[in-house]
């Protein structure tokens, strides 16, 4: 997780002219497959991809915001 979660904060400095500040749907979608592992890493990537503005920071003591990862069940998941 925390490998991910520096990894997100390093792609958000590396691409900072192409992400925007704050997540909006309409920028990014995000899949993954349906296995815990794969879910935690995105969701990880994600925190530091994305650190909440205050907008979307929705308790002052928790420096985190939820972005919706989408998955498939496995059994009809046929990129993996």
């Known amino acids: ?3 991910h979660y520096e990894l997100g904060q390093w792609l958000r400095n590396h ?3 192409l992400l ?5 749907r309409d920028d ?3 899949q993954s497959t349906d296995v815990d592992r794969t879910l935690m890493s995105a969701m990880s990537n994600l925190a530091g991809m994305y650190p909440p503005t205050e907008r979307r920071q929705f308790d002052e003591n928790l420096a985190w915001a939820p972005i919706p990862v989408h998955t498939i069940p496995e059994h009809e998941d046929y990129v993996s």
């Open 15 to 17: 691409y900072k002219n």
């Open 28 to 30: 990014i979608y995000i």
């Open 20 to 24: 925007v500040n704050d997540y909006t």
């Open 1 to 3: 997780m925390r490998q």
